[in-house]
C-alpha cells in the first residue's frame, strides 16, 4: 500500500516543471481531467459549506470513477474540533462501503490536508490524496495547517502549546500483551 499525494494546480503560480525525483508513482498515474473535475466537485462543496456556516473545506472519496462519499468541515456546527472535511469525507466511505480501509480509492480535498488529516488519510489506506489549496493559503484564511507542519517538524520539548510528555508506568504495554494474546482480534 503507498499514498501519493498531488497537489492539483487551480491557478497558473501552483505549476512547476515536472521533477523526476517527485513525479506520481507511474502505477497510480494522475488522470488529469478526471482529478480536476473532481477536485471541482471538492472546492465547491468547500466553497457551498461557508454560506452554510461551515469552513472553508470540502472533500470526495472516489472509487473508479464513482463519488462514494464526501466531507465538509464540521467544527464550529458540531463542536467538534477533528470534524475536518477529510476526516468527515473518510468517516462517510467507510459506512458506504462498509468498511475500515478506503484500498483502491481516491480522495480529492479542495486544500492540503493537516497533519491530522493526512494522517487520517494514511489510516484510512486510500490510495491517492489529491488537492487543491495548499497550506499557505489555508494560512491566509486564518487556519494552523502550516503552524501545525512546522510544529511537527520540531523537537517536542520545543513546543509551546499543548505539551506531551511521556509517563511509563510497569501496566503500559498490558494493552498490547491483551491485544497479541486475543487470537478474534482483527488487525487494522
Ligand atoms: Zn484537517
Known sequence: MSIVVDPVATAGRHAAPAD???APDPRTDT?????????????????????????????????????????????TRDLDPTAHA???AIRAACRAAGTFALDGMTLYTSCEPCPMC???????????????????????????????YELLARDRVTWDRTRVTALR????????????????????
Not at 45 to 60: E, H, K
Not at 171 to 188: G, K, N, Q
Open 118 to 148: 493526512l494522517a487520517a488519510c494514511l489510516w484510512s489506506r486510500v490510495d491517492r490524496v489529491v488537492f487543491s489549496a495548499d497550506r499557505h493559503d489555508a494560512g491566509r484564511g486564518g487556519f494552523d495547517d502550516s503552524v501545525f
Open 20 to 22: 523526476p525525483r517527485t
Open 169 to 188: 508506568l510497569p501496566e503500559s504495554t498490558h494493552p498490547f500483551d491483551a491485544w497479541l494474546t486475543h487470537t478474534a482480534r482483527t488487525a487494522y
Open 31 to 75: 488522470d488529469t481531467p478526471a482529478d480536476a473535475r473532481w477536485l471541482r466537485r471538492a472546492v465547491d462543496l468547500a466553497t457551498a459549506n461557508v454560506a452554510d456556516g461551515g469552513g472553508p473545506f470540502g472533500a470526495v472519496v472516489v472509487a473508479e470513477g464513482v463519488e462514494v462519499a464526501v466531507g465538509q468541515n464540521r467544527v
Open 86 to 88: 477529510e476526516v468527515q
